[in-house]
């Protein structure tokens, strides 16, 4: 496996793709690898987006951007159009369709969907856990590179109610890619 | 030793504690507002004071007042503060008090863009304050985790030649995380390099000899030595004077302490690839300068004799590190070029000096690769319609 | 009771600065004397005051003159250095700031609203000649309506701080001063008693004093560098509250006497900080 793995987490303001991109990276801390994590943000209040860009390595990281990104979570349109052409033909590009309805076909990268949000209204009632299930199933696309345990771990540490729910969408999303 | 997945805030924070900071005073901008929110969750667990200034000016001026009684001082911002410190930077440079600045970097000029790294305050920072007759001290780190022992660093420097100095960091920097180590123990901070100082007072009555001497002690108020400082030209025992032979030894003092001095920062900078005498010396500062390291070392991948060198010690400029007659690329977060301007005039006679500026993002690899490519290869650079060589 | 000049110069005053770089026939001198006088009758010693001056002929003139520790700050930022400075010294240590009327009320009165807003124990004494004197005469924010000056040749027009109805002292009480006075020096030892107060409040303390420039401002707006005419002038135009004239510009007296109603700014700041460190909270 190559020593730098690169995530981008995208979408609008209040998904929560910082605190994805933040657990990828604690889990990481966890594991005793190197993180760096950048988190655009502020251009969020315009209708722009929000973006976490993480770059995990078993030794220091100089650039901390993501410019081929491995994994991209596409959470937003705007985001998925933005960032679509910086994915590498080995990369992967993970997409809800409920934001995102265009997929550009002429991509070389896979492109995999993720219906978070729906699977979160349908199994929890709610679409805040479209984040656990996105997490859970990043989670899968980094095995080998992080821990599953971990990163489950970090989550539930900084989530203050829903632990179980929370627990159960993480499982959920991790069983949606394989 | 504890390691966090944190930002460069809180790294600076945790290192001006290490440091023995015990004041901070500030006002809230962005991108340094997140550290006086670090500090003033922090610093009264250690015993400090946190203070929210009315503006940058007093900021500035209130820690001059905390560190002429005693404590270790520190204040931050962005450009636009900076600039208002103008006026306290100046009095702290002539009569001589110990503190740290912190500048984090974004887009101007004016307010510009506030969520976007920028390095336009390179020359600021040499010349934070008017009236000349003085050398500064800027120190500029280039992750979080560095940003902890340069803000260590500042401290023991700004001890030792007893003056205020600068950190010059950017958005990316205060704002990114990184996993981020700190120590727990004396020892530990001794293996980090950390370095410390503690804070003595002066006994007069010549509170401001005409020497560059290291490690006067700085001037105090409260313990009845009759100290005297002030915004005029003093004495040697702080009385305000107008002669020109007294300017005369204050700013030999003022220059001549740091320029003789200069050992105890001048190993601060990363050469990179710079063994085998490169074609091309890719020069930078601050966040930019890890995607140079990123870009320099795929070059050496593909047999590009390529070197990066990293200046840390901004001011005084490293001059010596110029002295091989080469090409030399510098790469910074402005469009109109300014740590390019220093280069040429240190670089070696028939030395080549190209420059690629951007400005609220970091450089690319593929635009630092083909810019290598095309020098190595002695032909022109232009992108964006923007002649970068116009400056 | 009153000590002699010498015994005060003395105890308190370095002979190096005696006599003063002040014009002849400055007031200033007077101030500087009934601030002395009152920290001799209150039995304070050199290591119980830090001094700290201005810019401006107020400042200039009384930097280094204190045997004790002293401090200069730039164009109106004193105040700000000695709030900084406050945090780190014991309540029983005084700072007594002499400054001028361009330094406090113009260019640093955002930073003296800052002092008088968290009580920082200092007592301010602002020597007020009428304008900005040590750059040659133009107006300031206190100049009497009229007063010609070298930037106000048709006589002073501006609306400022002591002209219709308005007083500078109604700002820094508004702010959360705890002590506010006006005197001019001819009072004698009220004068004093007034600042024996000032020193010893335990938070703000400011004194307003207008005091004679024969130089500058009498030479412009009397015509006259006689110094008898500008002390009258100044004596002719000052009444104690509620014995006002209609010509009267300063009503003297304590303006504002809330003496331990507030908390002090730096021991306000230790209480928090030692509780937050003790307990985690406030």
């Not at chain 3, 401006?56 to 105040?79: E, I, L």
């Amino acid at each position: 496996m190559k020593d730098r793995t690169e995530i981008v987490a995208s979408g609008f303001g209040g998904q929560g793709v910082v605190r994805l991109g933040q657990t990828l990276g604690e889990a990481a801390v966890k594991q005793g690898l190197r993180v760096t994590m950048l988190k655009s943000h502020g251009t969020e209040m315009r209708g722009g987006y929000v973006r976490s860009q993480v770059v995990l390595s078993q030794k220091p990281i100089d650039s901390p951007m993501c410019e081929n990104p491995d994994v991209f979570l596409a959470l937003s349109a705007a985001a998925y159009k933005r960032f679509k052409d910086t994915v590498p033909p080995e990369g992967l590009i993970l997409y809800d369709p409920a934001f995102v309805a265009e997929v550009d076909t002429g991509l070389k990268c896979r492109q995999k969907p993720l219906p978070a949000k729906d699977l979160a209204v349908k199994h929890f009632k709610r679409p805040l856990f479209a984040n656990a299930i996105a997490l859970g199933a990043l989670s899968r696309l980094l095995e080998g590179r992080l821990d599953k345990d971990k990163v489950l771990e970090s989550f539930l540490e900084v989530i203050p109610k829903y632990k179980e729910e929370n627990r159960a969408a993480f499982e959920l999303g991790y069983r949606q890619v394989e | 030793m504890k390691r966090f997945l944190e930002t460069g805030n809180f790294a600076i924070t945790e290192g001006a504690i290490l440091a023995g900071c015990r004041f901070f005073c500030g006002y809230p901008i962005t991108p340094a507002t997140e550290l006086a929110e670090a500090m003033s969750l922090r610093l009264p667990q250690v015993g400090g004071v946190y203070l929210q200034a009315e503006d940058e000016c007093a900021a500035m001026h209130l820690c001059i007042g905390a560190s002429l009684g005693g404590m270790k001082s520190m204040t931050a911002t962005s450009g636009p503060g900076f600039i208002l410190y103008a006026d306290p930077y100046g009095w702290a440079l002539g009569c001589e008090t110990p503190m740290v600045v912190l500048n984090s970097g974004r887009v101007g000029p004016v307010s510009g863009i506030t969520g976007a790294p920028g390095q336009g305050e390179f020359y600021l920072t040499r010349y934070p304050t008017q009236g000349g007759n003085f050398e500064t001290v800027v120190l500029a780190p280039n992750s979080a985790q560095e940003s902890m022992k340069v803000v260590v660093d500042a401290f023991y420097l700004s001890e030792r030649l007893r003056m205020p100095i600068t950190v010059l960091a950017d958005q990316l920097i205060t704002d990114g995380m990184e996993d981020i180590s700190v120590p727990e123990t004396e020892e530990e901070m001794k293996e980090m390099g950390f370095r410390v100082w503690p804070r003595s007072y002066h006994r007069g009555p010549d509170f401001y000899p005409a020497t560059d001497a290291l490690d006067i002690p700085p001037v105090q108020m409260g313990h009845n030595t009759g100290a005297l400082c002030s915004d005029w030209t003093p004495t040697e025992e702080g009385y305000d004077i107008e002669e020109v032979e007294a300017h005369h030894k204050h700013a030999y003092r003022l220059i001549y302490k740091v320029r003789n001095n200069r050992h105890l920062f001048s190993d601060m900078h990363e050469k990179r690839h710079m063994g085998d005498d490169p074609d091309l010396v890719v020069v930078s500062f601050g966040t930019p300068s890890r995607v140079v390291n990123t870009a320099v070392d795929r070059a050496r991948a593909e047999g590009l004799k390529v070197g990066a060198l990293r200046l840390i010690n901004l001011w005084p400029f490293p001059d010596e590190l110029f002295r091989r007659r080469t090409t030399y690329l510098v790469v910074e977060l402005n469009w109109d070029g300014q740590l390019v301007r220093e280069v040429q005039r240190a670089a070696a006679e028939g030395s080549k000096v190209h420059f690629l500026g951007v400005c609220g993002d970091l450089p690319t690899i593929p635009d630092l690769m083909e810019t290598f490519t095309k020098l190595l290869k002695n032909q022109p650079l232009s992108r964006k319609g923007w002649e970068l060589e116009a400056w | 009771m009153a000590y002699a000049s010498s015994v005060l110069v003395d105890k308190y005053l370095r002979t190096r600065k005696i006599p003063s770089t002040a014009c002849s026939g400055c007031g200033l001198g007077m101030n500087h004397k009934i601030i002395v006088q009152a920290i001799a009758e209150l039995g304070l010693e050199t290591q119980d005051i830090i001094w700290g001056t201005s810019i401006g002929c107020a400042g200039r003139q009384t930097f280094g003159t204190w045997k004790g520790d002293g401090f200069a700050g730039t164009h109106g930022r004193v105040y700000a250095i000695a709030r900084g400075l406050r945090v780190t010294l014991p309540p029983e240590k005084k700072l007594i700031l002499t400054v001028g009327d361009g330094d406090a009320f113009g260019i640093g009165l955002l930073h003296l609203i800052h002092c008088a807003r968290s009580n920082a124990s200092m007592t301010v004494v602002v020597n007020d000649n009428l304008g900005y004197q040590s750059t040659g005469g133009q107006f300031g924010f206190t100049t009497p309506q009229g007063a010609k000056t070298d930037s106000s040749p048709y006589g002073m027009f501006e609306h400022n701080l002591m002209s219709e109805g308005m007083d500078v002292l109604d700002i820094l009480k508004a702010a959360g001063a705890t002590f506010l006075a006006r005197h001019v020096a001819m009072e004698g030892q009220a004068v004093v008693e007034t600042m024996k107060k000032a020193i010893s409040n335990p938070g703000f303390s400011l004194v307003h004093m207008p005091y004679p420039c024969p130089t500058n401002f009498a030479a412009r707006h009397l015509g006259s560098r006689v110094q008898v005419n500008i002390y009258n002038w100044i004596k002719d135009h000052a009444a104690p509250m509620g014995q006002e004239k209609p010509d009267t510009i300063w009503r003297t007296g304590i303006y504002h006497d809330a003496r331990g109603a507030r908390p002090e700014f730096s021991e306000h700041v230790w209480e928090a900080v030692n509780r937050i460190r003790r307990t985690g909270r406030l």
